[in-house]
């Protein structure tokens, strides 16, 4: 039978196998590439694999599905090659993935982006070479041409980063252009995988000594009269790997060189007589605490609540712990914990905080050991991918054991791990507003995200907090939501007394000492007297908030926001909290000219400088974002005051949640009108959640603790709330307000920020894009609007709030809103103008 050229290229495309592909970018949907006949075989749904995008650049995609239906495109890319051996992720993180762009109305690139640690996300690099069919002889060169053409002669090949660090030309493109363009240089694309498995240097004896008793003893006798150094090290060697003990262990070249330092020579020598054997181990990088078998023994109240957890599981997916602070609510999760991985389980434990994980991790892994493995962003690019693939390939090599991860101890975005078998997802400090990613997209909350992961996975969620959020705890009342209560603290301590200063009326009976009231002094003073320890809280980081002049209250401001600058002491600049502008501290007033210049307002930095001189014993430490922006920092600073180093922690908001301090009898909270008065619907909740949890670090031990309120307002009613620690009233108030002007719970807020350089064309975006909006959600569209801070980095910002109801057409609301910002997108005029958009801002 003939078959014709036609009849065959069908055939052949039909029998072709295409994969769709989702690449880490901010582009719609997936982009289908041929797989050649030779890869067929290794292509597999999850995979990475490296394929050509746009004209030139190269990336690491994933494969959604493998099919056989050609695109309707003549010239189909194909495959260049596949990364894993295994899947990466599973269809359900597809899933997942596909949920958190639909709901938080971004692209599924874009969450992928966030998912993958740096490591794993690969893009092609261009490398630069001579090209070898001319003569350079016959060309005429400048001399950044012929300093650049001298590295490639002596490199060979050189990528754009290592031209640029070679030549010192900062401006290389140009120059590569005219290079290319002259074809004395040809360029090429390339994806290498960056991450590699860690490996670690042992040094042991070579088998004839290690089994040969009498040979190896010969060999000490020869060292030790004629080599008093290779004596030393061997002896070393013999003590850490013992040998002669039952307990025999490998000894590291670094443990060795430890041991015997300026050794190295030795050991070289010893291994180049064959005395000694260098190899080389894949190993963690992280360390592990042995695992402890100890049963946790509750109390009846405890003991209540993990049962009604359990009892409140079989029937709801979620269940939401309102536990007072320092209730023992992390030893029911650990007892939860236990009981699903004994199962066969995967349990992922948020956090808000990366703070909080250093104390939590230690307590997990006296449970758990290597179980327990930490995922957070102060990790460097290869940490997290070693997490991130220990999940993925169930387990990794150290040394001679694996290490499998069953528990995840996390940030937010630790929800994007590839668990293979999830059972528990544990939601601790459930309120915080840290679960929330502001910028880039996808601009999700990591609480939320985790209970629709929970929900794929067949999973069941425990939510923690001391104060729940409003929709939360709204969700228990309509019966989403199981509502257990833990209401007394540990050992039966009791709650903090509370206590308020009046700032108003010791500033008049002048009493108040800088920004210390009496009464916060005097009880500070007693609990050092006491050896206590003291934490001062100030939700403000740098020196002075502001400078003002005193003559025309004048302040100085970043050139690029709309906000003044704050001084930091310790660089002594005016800093931009915004985009990082610095400038120095002015002499005279830039409007007036005059030198009466005043530092208003404080942070920490200024509390820090200031305690001293009222308690010039005390050892003072502070923990905000300029003292923990080092990897360790968070685990030192809390280390220390846990060992008692330090007496008085002054802190933010770090320092407000979730640490366990036995020692602390005083909790100073040096301004609550700061967060009391915050132009925010918010704020009322957020003020008694805040001001509840410092609180809670007060009076852990035996003796109950105290906490000053500094505030000029001793009446208000949310200070009156947290004295007499009242949520259902601060609860049950928040919803009256919310339901009347039509907020969360009852109404869902999308946010859409507006960004252009030209502040008019943000305004008249801003108006265009609002009546559109007002045609299809009328009165609930608020804006456009400028926000606190309506420029920033140089560029003029606009927000406009859409509400929309929480009924059975929420989801179709949300998309006609993506729609008509989508078809707004494509008017000419306003192409250039930037469209943020914030699903349930926070």
């Known amino acids: 039978m003939q078959v014709s050229i036609l009849q065959y290229l069908n055939y052949m495309i039909k029998n072709n196998t295409y994969a769709d592909i989702l690449l880490p970018l901010p582009v719609k949907g997936y982009f289908t590439y041929l797989v050649p006949e030779t890869l067929t075989n290794k292509a597999a749904e999850g995979k990475r694999v490296v394929v050509p995008f746009g004209s030139k650049k190269l990336f690491a995609g994933l494969i959604k599905k493998l099919h056989s239906n050609p695109p309707s495109s003549q010239n189909t890319k194909k495959v260049i090659s596949i990364i894993d051996e295994k899947p990466l992720i599973l269809p359900l993180h597809f899933d997942f993935w596909e949920w958190v762009s639909d709901y938080y109305l971004c692209e599924t690139g874009e969450v992928m982006n966030a998912a993958l640690p740096a490591a794993l996300k690969l893009s092609s690099e261009t490398a630069i070479k001579i090209n070898p069919n001319i003569t350079l002889e016959n060309f005429s060169f400048n001399i950044q041409e012929t300093n650049l053409l001298n590295e490639l002669q002596k490199n060979k090949q050189l990528t754009v980063n290592e031209a640029i660090k070679a030549t010192g030309i900062k401006k290389i493109m140009p120059l590569l252009d005219n290079l290319i363009e002259n074809k004395a240089i040809i360029a090429r694309e390339f994806v290498h995988e960056t991450y590699k498995p860690q490996k670690v240097k042992f040094v042991r004896l070579k088998a004839e000594y290690e089994k040969n008793e009498e040979k190896l003893e010969s060999y000490f006798n020869y060292a030790e009269k004629r080599a008093p150094k290779q004596l030393k090290v061997l002896l070393a060697y013999l003590k850490l790997s013992g040998k002669h003990s039952v307990n025999q262990q490998q000894v590291s070249y670094n443990k060795l060189l430890e041991e015997t330092p300026n050794a190295a020579q030795s050991v070289k020598t010893l291994a180049g007589k064959g005395v000694f054997e260098i190899y080389h181990q894949e190993h963690s990088r992280f360390s592990h605490l042995p695992k402890s078998d100890k049963e946790i023994v509750f109390n009846k109240h405890q003991q209540k609540a993990y049962e009604d957890i359990k009892s409140g599981l079989e029937s709801k997916d979620v269940a939401l712990l309102h536990g007072v602070t320092s209730s023992g609510k992390t030893e029911i999760y650990i007892k939860l914990i236990r009981e699903y991985i004994s199962s066969g389980k995967q349990v ?11 104390q939590i991790i230690q307590r997990l892994q006296k449970h758990f050991g290597s179980d327990v493995g930490v995922y957070h962003s102060h990790f460097n690019d290869m940490e997290r991918a070693e997490v991130y693939n220990n999940i993925a390939k169930g387990g990794i090599r150290s040394g001679k054991e694996k290490i499998a991860y069953k528990v995840v101890l996390g940030a937010r975005s630790a929800v994007y791990l590839p668990f293979r078998n999830l059972g528990l997802v544990i939601i601790d400090e459930e309120h915080d507003a840290n679960y929330k990613q502001y910028n880039p997209a996808p601009r999700y909350n990591g609480r939320d995200s985790a209970i629709y992961l929970a929900k794929l996975a067949g999973a069941k969620v425990v939510l923690g907090s001391a104060t729940p959020s409003i929709e939360s705890f709204f969700n228990t009342d309509i019966n989403k939501y199981h509502l257990v209560e833990l209401n007394k603290r540990h050992g039966d301590i009791r709650m903090p007394e509370i206590l308020v200063a009046d700032i108003k009326k010791e500033t008049r009976q002048k009493t108040m000492k800088s920004h210390f009231s009496s009464l916060l002094l005097n009880n500070i003073e007693q609990a050092l007297k006491d050896e206590e320890q003291v934490i001062l809280f100030q939700n403000r980081r740098g020196f002075s908030l502001l400078l003002q002049c005193n003559e025309c209250e004048a302040m100085p401001h970043c050139k690029n926001c709309d906000v003044s600058l704050v001084y930091h002491k310790k660089i002594d600049r005016l800093k931009c909290h915004y985009c990082g502008y610095t400038s120095k501290v002015p002499a005279n007033c830039q409007f007036c000219g005059s030198n009466n210049i005043l530092m208003k307002g404080f942070g920490t930095q200024k509390v820090e400088e200031e305690i001293p001189l009222f308690f010039p014993g005390a050892k003072v430490a502070r923990m905000d974002l300029d003292t923990t922006r080092s990897k360790n920092a968070y685990q030192k600073i809390i280390t220390d005051f846990v060992q008692r180093k330090i007496n008085i922690l002054i802190g933010t908001q770090m320092i407000s949640k979730g640490l366990d301090f ?40 035996n003796k109950r603790g105290k906490v000053i309120i500094q505030t000029y307002n001793p009446q208000h009613e949310v200070i009156s709330k947290i004295i007499t620690n009242d949520y259902q009233a601060m609860y049950k108030q928040q ?16 946010l859409l920020t507006l960004v252009h350089k030209n502040p008019d064309m943000t305004n008249k975006a801003g108006d265009i894009l609002a009546d559109k909006l007002k045609e299809k959600f009328g009165k609930n569209v608020l804006g456009p609007e400028y926000p606190l801070i309506s420029k920033i980095r140089n560029l003029y910002n606009k927000n406009i709030i859409v509400k929309i109801p ?17 078809e707004f997108r494509k008017l000419n005029q306003y192409r250039s103008v930037r469209i943020i958009i914030d699903v349930d801002p926070i």
């Open 662 to 701: 036995s020692n602390v009898s005083v909790v100073g909270i040096l301004n609550a009108d700061n967060l009391l008065y915050f132009p925010d619907f918010r704020s009322y909740e957020r003020s008694f959640q805040q001001l509840t949890q410092v609180s809670g670090r007060a009076g852990r031990a």
């Open 348 to 358: 992922l434990y948020l956090l808000p905080e990366i703070a909080l994980t250093t």
């Open 806 to 822: 929480k009924n059975s057409k929420y989801v179709s609301n949300k998309h006609k809103l993506k729609n008509i910002t989508e």
């Open 735 to 750: 919803l009256i307000e919310r339901k009347n002007f039509n907020y969360p719970p009852y109404y869902r807020l999308v």
